[in-house]
């Protein structure tokens, strides 16, 4: 009943711009983290940024000072800002959510560990 759907990857030049989305799907009650992860041809997947629910952010160092990982609580959704993109920064990101509480059929249920089906995103040099 729950999902994760991300939105706005594409092909971009070296040092362009891209802002991802990712919004939970469903009668949502409360996200705990939401994480923003990405993963490179022949590499394992890596932590980008992450928020908590209260907005408090952290990076990975490659992304220090060019992403940003914001939350529209009201949404459901994390955004990540990306600029001055390097072709290093390509891959497959993921969204990913810890603990979701949600709403069915009456009864309130808690679940664990949800992955987006991620966005490519492609960084030409």
């Known amino acids: 009943q729950v999902q994760l759907v991300e939105s706005g990857g594409g092909l971009v030049q070296a040092g362009g711009s891209l802002r991802l989305s990712c919004a939970a799907s469903?009668?949502?009650?409360?996200?705990?983290?939401m994480d923003w992860y990405r993963q490179a041809p022949g590499k394992q997947r890596e932590l980008v940024a992450s928020?908590?629910?209260?907005?408090?952010?952290n990076y990975a160092d490659s992304v220090k000072g060019r992403f940003t990982i914001s939350r529209d609580n009201a949404k459901n959704t994390v955004y990540l800002q990306m600029n001055s993109l390097k072709p290093e920064d390509t891959g497959v990101y993921y969204c990913?959510?810890?603990?979701?509480?949600?709403?069915?059929?009456?009864?309130?249920?808690?679940?664990?560990?949800?992955w987006g089906q991620g966005t490519q995103v492609t960084v030409s040099s």
């Open positions: 990913y959510a810890d603990k979701i509480r949600y709403y069915s059929g009456g009864y309130y249920y808690t679940k664990y560990n949800y």
């Open positions: 469903g009668s949502i009650f409360s996200i705990n983290a």
């Open positions: 928020s908590t629910s209260g907005g408090v952010a």
